[in-house]
């Protein structure tokens, strides 16, 4: 149990169509990364948000969009969908003041159609 | 530039020992390392800063030669439980904090 939750689980969506996944960080984790993990490859970095504002970003497209709030929560949303949006994602959120501990929830998987 | 990983695959019986590799073509900050189980997320093992300091989780534990930009993970007396895919991240000097993914290496133990 990492103490990060994600919501949903799982979710169907229409070429087109805009998504929003959530993210649920422990207490004092100011920082926050998104990752997509297509079947059989690894996580590719998508963003990250420190206190709010984003602080880094990868090689994704600007209808990729996050947030951040204060209660440690994030959202990623995604518009435009594409078929090669279908993929695991997952949130990852670590403290800066502890380097040594990053921790990743469950992850939604998204399919579309 | 994803790091690459070798082997990419290895099967171990109980009780072997392995060593997975981790190789970038950059200056790296950091090495995280990873084992990620079939239809789960990602599970933290460890992080090395720059500096070849050695760390080590029960029975895993990681080097790290930033001269090289090469990290290793050594699996001593493998587990049934240590079967999965490891994925190394590096992170690269002024690349705040974003992390990219090697390219895996599957570890399957058996009895």
């Known amino acids: 149990e990492t103490g990060v939750t994600q919501s949903p689980t799982h979710l169907i969506k229409t070429r087109g169509q805009q998504v929003t996944l959530r993210c649920s960080s422990q207490?004092?984790?100011?920082?926050v990364s998104w990752y997509q993990q297509a079947l059989g490859q690894g996580p590719q970095f998508i963003f990250q948000?420190?206190?709010?504002?984003?602080?880094g970003r990868g090689n994704f497209p600007p209808r990729f969009s996050g947030l951040q709030f204060p209660n440690y929560s994030s959202e990623l949303n995604v518009n435009a969908l594409e078929l090669d949006d279908s993929a695991l994602y997952l949130c990852?959120?670590?403290?800066?003041?502890?380097?040594?501990?990053?921790?990743f929830g469950p992850g939604t998987r998204l399919t579309v159609t | 530039q994803q790091p690459v990983q070798s082997p990419q695959a290895v099967i171990l019986r109980e009780g072997e020992d392995a060593v997975i590799n981790c190789s970038s073509s950059?200056?790296?900050?950091?090495v995280h390392w990873y084992r990620q189980k079939h239809g789960e997320a990602p599970v933290f093992l460890m992080i090395?800063?720059?500096?070849?300091e050695q760390k080590g989780h029960e029975k895993i534990s990681a080097s790290f030669n930033e001269k090289k930009q090469q990290s290793s993970l050594y699996l001593t007396a493998s587990q049934l439980s240590y079967s999965g895919t490891y994925f190394c991240?590096?992170?690269?000097?002024?690349?705040?904090?974003?992390?990219?993914f090697g390219t895996g290496t599957k570890l399957q133990v058996i009895p």
């Open positions: 990852a959120s670590f403290s800066s003041l502890r380097l040594s501990e990053q921790y």
């Open positions: 207490s004092g984790h100011n920082t």
């Open positions: 948000y420190y206190r709010e504002e984003e602080n």
């Open positions: 950059k200056a790296l900050y950091s």
């Open positions: 090395l800063l720059k500096g070849g």
């Open positions: 991240g590096t992170e690269i000097m002024g690349g705040y904090q974003k992390v990219t």
